[in-house]
């Protein structure tokens, strides 16, 4: 069965610290992505990857970076945390041609304090 | 680029009704199209999807939705639905062999007993 984890569920910062928040599939899927999740705006790209160390930005990538060292793995990392970055976020992957559709993780859901 | 509308934020309907969820997609290229569901506190599951063909597509759940070129609607419905289907519907739009969605904002389905 397919599986997308995502480190934390819940998760409670305060304004400037670094946050990892770490996403991992275990399908050998080519490519990993990276959402926001809020009211009424749906589900945002931030930034996504195609390729191990290939990455690129989405719709929204301000105040956000992001790391895939291994195929597996996809990070994302908010250098200073700011209150405006409490949301939801949603890593999902799929395989290189999207036509199957992408596979979504459980979400964390990350509060700036 | 693509965008998508989801005409409707919240859906109240009642048990063994039927429930349409309306979508409607802007593109100058052909499109994959998806409905998503995503029941409480979980990340998002794939409905169903439009590559090509046969423009009623059916899916998992009793769902089923009508691809529509000319009206650039992607309607998802349901006969009778039951409490379970309580959840939030996302539609999603790449562009053919894309990988890249782009969400429409969501509708809140609420099946009353």
């Known amino acids: 069965d397919v599986k997308v984890t995502q480190s934390s569920r819940y998760l409670v910062k305060r304004t400037g610290e670094k946050v990892f928040l770490e996403c991992v599939q275990d399908?050998?899927?080519?490519?990993m992505f990276w959402y926001r999740q809020d009211p009424g705006l749906g589900l945002r790209l931030i930034y996504f990857s195609y390729d191990v160390k290939m990455k690129e930005k989405g719709d929204i990538p301000e105040g956000y970076s992001v790391s895939r060292e291994k195929k597996e793995r996809f990070s994302l990392i908010l250098e200073s945390a700011s209150t405006n970055q409490t949301s939801m976020y949603l890593c999902?992957?799929?395989?290189?041609?999207?036509?199957?559709?992408?596979?979504f993780g459980p979400g964390t859901r990350l509060t700036v304090t | 680029a693509q965008s998508v509308t989801q005409l409707d934020s919240q859906v109240p309907v009642f048990e063994e009704a039927p429930v349409e969820l309306r979508c409607n997609y802007s593109s100058s290229v052909s499109v994959y199209l998806f409905w998503y569901v995503q029941y409480p506190n979980q990340g998002l599951q794939l409905l169903l999807k439009y590559l090509s063909g046969s423009t009623l597509v059916k899916g998992i759940n009793g769902f089923e939705a009508e691809f529509n070129k000319s009206q650039t609607s992607f309607h998802l419905r349901k006969p009778s639905v039951h409490i379970s289907d309580t959840a939030e519907y996302f539609c999603?739009?790449?562009?053919?062999?894309?990988?890249?969605?782009?969400f429409g904002g969501g509708t809140r389905v609420l099946v009353k007993p």
């Open positions: 999902a992957s799929s395989l290189e041609t999207g036509a199957l559709g992408q596979y």
């Open positions: 999603a739009v790449t562009r053919a062999a894309g990988n890249k969605l782009t």
């Open positions: 399908m050998d899927h080519e490519n």
